[in-house]
């Protein structure tokens, strides 16, 4: 028995080849995407941390604001939980290429090779420095002017210091090409000389650096090892760490700001002694000196001991020293790969639906249509007495093949090819090893036996119900569905109006009930994932627009130091009111607090404004669906959107602000305002006062500027970035630029969901219309033989298919706003808030697609039409 | 003066496999306006072939023929779809109509492609359906269903009107009244009309019959006086 029943099989499969290739491939195609989209994110996210583990990317990073010395570093070391410490040198510095000069980041290498080597740089080609004036270099970045090995590098410091008090020689020579693990994406940061921006980065041997304290600290922790990057265990593990290292970080910055101190007092001291010695002096000589030479010295005592008083006033304001204990998330490469993996990863949520509803239905359809042709086989095997669930077998077989094949295809292709595509576009933006390929064995099995499930599950459905009718009936060919009234034609009003052919569309349509909705629902998921695609790309792609160009209407923004004096702050005020392209400025004071509402608290950036009228000229408050602008008042706080929804804030609620540990200043919301990127939280400069007690210290000014070219903006910001206490200047269009290239990742996942509506929708519609083609082949014979031409045989039977993709369309525009609107809210990470709108144009392509890919599936199906034999057809018994 | 149709030495080969089989083998035949004729002969004998090519549904690979002075077996596929549409009505055994259309609308998909046809609803009632203009196929008997399918043919008001065994799967009463529906409107339209039959007892009804055999004509006799159909019986 088994052999007939596969040679019958295998019969079957090469008669209704179009049918079995439908039901493989929408399994093949659905596993595709679906495996694919779901294993980049983890493809990607596994990549990333091998490459931190294999090249030790810290876990901590200390700054300070005074560097640190040896004590600090011992003190550290005796942390518990620490597996590898490096303290490290770096300093910014120019190199010229051609007439352009950019600015470097030129770390230390140490000369240890345990785990206190953190942030290996990952050799490409050459070797590593091994003796002074050696330097590497990266690959990317610098684009056409890529340094080749045993070309030589020459350094400037950017400002009127010497190099060489900070390196021991001003000339490398390029020893090796490397990646970091520190700088997965483009960006480098930013830089207090040139024009603040960071190019490219180099590492040279620690021994070549001069510097009396190192800039930074790299830590590894000791129990992060096992685990992955990017997941929540690895963020709590860390955790008792970054507590001992904010301990340290305390006790430490104290006893330094001590020393400092004490360092000072001594020096003036030593000061105040060596001018009462002089004084002293003076007193005895004094009268064998000239009145000339008498005025000058007392000019020089009164100078002494002005500069002494103000060496202790100094010291008075000594700023207090500073320790920040950073983690991997301030690095920026680091949250935006992750950020693009987890979009990759939100996407993966909408297809197991749409495929597996369009699986369920051609598998439906095709196996439907199958048994309907066999009814006269099923009836002669069922009068044989064979056992029903022989007679099933049979089409569970086929399908089960059709969807074990189509779901190995599927596999192959999505845990290998489809996170290769999506890794090699991101290669444009994130520099990392090549990818690895994982291959979940459970997934995999899962995945496959889903696809079985559905389609044998479908084939046993449709044969039971043709098995349940009498053998004698099945022993007759299915009579074809006899015509009926449809509910239109009760309605002469519409119906006397309607055109013949459009009469009998309209007829069509109701009497194929089941392909009306198999028709629907298919078009509806193709419509809905191009809605999904568009809709990402309008409310990713615009906040940039949005964020730099209508919140943001300034052009430039200058941040300076923290502990500026007042003429310092001055100084940089009148360098930014002489700009030849100046209009106007505001200052603002920009730090980071804690807020929150009951239980829910977040941080963000208190920003206040020192001419609350003159803000809206400089950034937009208003709210984003009404557009109504707010006025910032002395005893109100505004909120940024996201910032409101993570807390839960609405307009009219009290939220707290913490100041420290303890205090809690309750303050009232009065506006929500639109706005993409950070949290926000504005307030008046009096309501800071009135909270703070004391009067707001700005440290950014925004400035407006008249239309500048990109030249100007370099010459611009080497003029400001060189005035002491600038830390740093952006332009908004430059910002602007950045986040738009990050952005457009989204591109490619707009297009891959373009490409997997097309191929849904080519099989939904080319296995509906097949069908509705073969089952009606004498009725479009008779109207050949009637004499209608091509063109109207196609319109007669295509009007329907026209008719049922547009609802379907329709349809599918608003499942695809639910879907998108989900999918968006998955997608969106914590510090940022996409656009919330779907541009109406963006509906309207996603219909015109869905209408292309329909017309050309029956462009293909035309042929079909066209070598309908009238004669062979209409001999056939009806 | 040259024939109404004017068929000359048509071939029709099939290839199954290795096989030719000569389905029609050198057909001639000539045929007048408004002549009622008769094709007969055995089973498998090439009567629908021929009947098929000369209703331009099926293209002969030998011979030549004209219809109305027009050489149809020189016709592209547009131009043989015109020559159906415009010149050729037929009627089939198993009717074929559009199940999903009621009788009167089985008509009007006829006529709304042709300029010089007739009423829907006049043709009907000619065949003696007004009152199942609204019934679906489904609804209506065999004999009905022929009737429509013939005032389908009838209402595109077509030169020639070509009958495949029309009352092969109807009861003798009904046939017999399909037969004299198309041999009225032979005689009151003076429209040529063309019926296969394997009824060799209906041949006096005709005014020329044309027996075939083995895809060949065995004779050709000329009815000086066709009997009309009522009286003939068998
Ligand atoms: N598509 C085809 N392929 C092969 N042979 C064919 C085909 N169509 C017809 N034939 C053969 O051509 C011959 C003539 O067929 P045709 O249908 O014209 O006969 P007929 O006279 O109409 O017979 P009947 O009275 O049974 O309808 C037959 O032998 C038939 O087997
Ligand atoms: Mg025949």
């Known amino acids: 028995m088994g052999k007939t029943l596969f040679k019958d099989i295998f019969r079957e499969i090469k008669k209704s080849f179009s049918r079995f290739i439908a039901i493989l491939a929408i399994i093949a195609i659905g596993i595709t995407f679906f495996v694919g989209i779901k294993m980049t994110c983890p493809d990607m996210k596994i990549t990333a941390d091998q490459y931190f583990k294999d090249n030790r990317l810290m876990d901590f990073y200390l700054v300070s604001s005074v560097g640190f010395n040896k004590e600090d570093i011992e003190s550290i070391k005796k942390v518990d939980g620490i597996k590898g410490i490096m303290p490290s040198y770096s300093i910014d510095a120019m190199i010229d290429i051609e007439d352009t000069s950019y600015v470097?980041?030129?770390?230390?290498?140490?000369?240890?090779?345990?785990?206190?080597?953190?942030?290996?740089?990952?050799?490409?080609?050459?070797?590593?420095?091994?003796?002074?004036?050696?330097?590497?270099?990266?690959?990317?970045?610098?684009?056409?002017?890529?340094?080749?090995?045993?070309?030589?590098?020459?350094?400037?410091?950017?400002?009127?210091?010497?190099?060489?008090?900070?390196?021991?020689?001003?000339?490398?020579?390029?020893?090796?090409?490397?990646?970091?693990?520190?700088?997965?994406?483009?960006?480098?940061?930013?830089?207090?000389?040139?024009?603040?921006?960071?190019?490219?980065?180099?590492?040279?041997?620690?021994?070549?650096?001069?510097?009396?304290?190192?800039?930074?600290?790299?830590?590894?922790?000791?129990?992060?090892?096992?685990?992955?990057?990017?997941?929540?265990?690895?963020?709590n593990k860390i955790e008792s760490l970054r507590k001992s290292l904010e301990d340290v970080a305390t006790v430490r910055s104290n006893i330094r700001y001590e020393d400092i101190k004490l360092e000072a007092n001594i020096i003036i001291q030593n000061k105040e002694s060596e001018l009462k010695t002089a004084q002293a002096n003076f007193a005895n000589v004094s009268k064998y000196l000239t009145l000339n030479q008498k005025n000058d010295s007392t000019q020089e005592f009164a100078t002494a001991e002005k500069e002494i008083q103000d060496a202790k006033d100094k010291i008075g304001s000594l700023p207090k020293v500073t320790w920040h204990v950073l983690d991997r998330k301030m690095n920026v490469g680091y949250v935006e790969y992750e950020n693009a993996a987890d979009r990759m990863d939100a996407i993966s949520k909408v297809f197991p639906i749409i495929f597996v509803l369009v699986a369920i239905l051609i598998c439906f359809t095709s196996i439907g249509r199958l048994v309907d042709e066999q009814r006269i086989y099923i009836g002669t095997m069922k009068a044989l007495g064979y056992r029903k669930r022989f007679i099933v077998l049979k089409y569970l077989i086929y399908a089960s093949f059709a969807s074990i094949i189509g779901g190995i295809i599927g596999i192959l292709i999505g845990f290998t090819a489809f996170p290769s595509f999506f890794a090699n576009a991101y290669s444009a933006l994130y520099t990392l090893p090549k990818l690895i390929l994982q291959f979940d064995n459970t997934f995999a099995i899962l995945v496959m036996i889903a696809a079985v499930l559905v389609?044998?599950?479908?084939?046993?459905?449709?044969?039971?119900?043709?098995?349940?009718?009498?053998?004698?009936?099945?022993?007759?060919?299915?009579?074809?569905?006899?015509?009926?009234?449809?509910?239109?034609?009760?309605?002469?009003?519409?119906?006397n109006r309607l055109k013949f052919t459009h009469k009998v569309t309209a007829r069509n349509l109701f009497r194929y009930k089941s392909r009306f909705f198999m028709t629907v629902v298919g078009v509806a998921g193709c419509t809905a994932l191009l809605l999904v695609g568009f809709a990402l790309k309008d409310s990713i792609g615009t906040i940039g627009t949005k964020q730099f160009g209508e919140i943001y209407t300034y052009q430039m923004s200058v941040n300076t130091k923290d502990g500026l004096s007042k003429s310092e702050y001055e100084n940089i005020s009148n360098l930014i009111s002489n700009i030849p392209n100046y209009e106007a400025k505001l200052n603002l004071l920009l730090k980071s607090i804690d807020i929150g509402l009951g239980s829910k608290e977040s941080s963000c950036n208190i920003i206040v404004p020192e001419d609350t009228k003159g803000i809206n000229d400089y950034i937009t408050l208003h709210d984003r669906v009404s557009q109504q602008k707010y006025i910032l008042s002395d005893n109100e706080v505004i909120l940024t959107e996201k910032l409101a929804n993570v807390i839960g804030a609405k307009i009219g609620d009290d939220i707290y602000i913490k100041n420290g540990e303890k205090d809690k200043y309750k303050v009232k919301v009065s506006g929500i305002t639109e706005n993409y990127l950070l949290h926000y939280l504005y307030m008046s400069p009096k309501l800071y006062e009135n909270l703070y007690l004391i009067k707001p210290e700005y440290n950014q000014i925004d400035v407006k500027l008249t239309a500048l070219e990109d030249s100007q903006k370099d010459i611009i910001s080497k003029s400001i970035v060189s005035s002491k206490g600038v830390a740093s200047v952006t332009f908004s269009n430059d910002m602007l630029k950045t986040f738009v290239e990050m952005i457009n990742t989204v591109n490619y996942v707009v297009l891959i969901l373009i490409v997997a509506a097309a191929l849904l929708s080519f099989i939904v519609l080319y296995t509906l219309t097949n069908i509705n083609i073969s089952e009606r082949i004498r009725e479009i014979a008779t109207i050949k033989v009637l004499g209608f031409y091509e063109k109207e045989v196609s319109s007669y039977v295509y009007r329907e298919n026209l008719i049922l993709t547009l609802i379907g369309s329709l349809f599918g525009l608003i499942l695809g706003f639910y879907l998108a609107k989900f999918v968006i809210g998955t997608a969106e990470v914590e510090m940022l808030m996409f656009g919330r709108e779907i541009y109406p144009m963006s509906f309207v392509i996603s219909v015109l697609l869905t209408l292309v890919f329909a017309w050309f599936v029956n462009v293909v199906l035309l042929k079909k039409i066209k070598n309908i034999n009238m004669v062979e057809a209409l001999k056939t018994v009806e | 003066m040259n024939k109404f149709i004017e068929f000359s030495d048509i071939k029709k080969t099939y290839k199954v496999g290795d096989i030719e089989i000569h389905a029609v083998n050198g057909v001639t035949f000539s045929i007048d306006k408004g002549e009622f004729v008769i094709i007969a002969g055995p089973s498998g004998a090439g009567k629908s072939t021929v009947l098929n090519i000369l209703g331009g549904m099926d293209a002969s690979d030998g011979g030549n023929f004209f219809v109305n002075e027009k050489e149809v077996s020189k016709l592209n596929q547009k131009e043989l779809t015109t020559y159906r549409r415009n010149d050729i009505g037929f009627v089939f055994q198993f009717y074929n109509l559009v199940q999903n259309l009621n009788a009167l609308e089985n008509v009007e998909l006829a006529t709304e492609i042709c300029k010089k046809s007739f009423d829907p609803k006049t043709i009907l009632e000619q065949v003696g359906l007004i009152d199942r203009l609204y019934n679906f196929p489904s609804q209506l008997s065999g004999g009905e269903q022929q009737r429509v399918s013939i005032a389908r043919a009838l209402a595109k008001n077509p030169k020639l009107l070509l009958c495949d065994e029309p009352t092969g799967a109807l009861d003798y009463t009904t046939g017999k009244s399909i037969l004299k529906l198309l041999q009225d409107t032979c005689r009151t339209t003076g429209m040529t009309v063309i019926v296969i039959t394997h009824n060799l007892a209906i041949t006096p009804m005709a005014d020329k019959v044309i027996k075939m055999k083995n895809g060949k004509v065995e004779s050709i006799t000329i009815n000086e006086t066709p009997t009309p159909v009522e009286r003939i019986e068998w």
């Open chain 1, 104 to 235: 470097v980041k030129i770390n230390s290498l140490p000369n240890t090779n345990d785990e206190n080597y953190i942030n290996r740089p990952l050799l490409v080609s050459g070797r590593l420095p091994t003796t002074t004036g050696e330097c590497v270099i990266e690959k990317s970045n610098f684009k056409e002017n890529n340094f080749e090995i045993g070309s030589k590098i020459k350094l400037t410091s950017g400002n009127s210091s010497n190099i060489l008090d900070n390196v021991s020689t001003d000339e490398f020579i390029v020893v090796g090409i490397v990646q970091s693990p520190l700088y997965i994406s483009k960006e480098r940061g930013t830089s207090v000389i040139g024009n603040g921006k960071i190019s490219t980065f180099m590492i040279i041997q620690e021994s070549d650096f001069k510097l009396p304290v190192y800039n930074g600290i790299y830590i590894t922790a000791s129990n992060s090892e096992g685990s992955f990057a990017y997941t929540d265990e690895y963020d």
């Open chain 1, 455 to 495: 389609t044998s599950l479908s084939a046993i459905t449709v044969c039971y119900e043709t098995l349940m009718q009498n053998t004698a009936s099945l022993m007759v060919v299915k009579a074809p569905k006899p015509g009926k009234i449809i509910l239109l034609e009760r309605i002469p009003f519409i119906w």
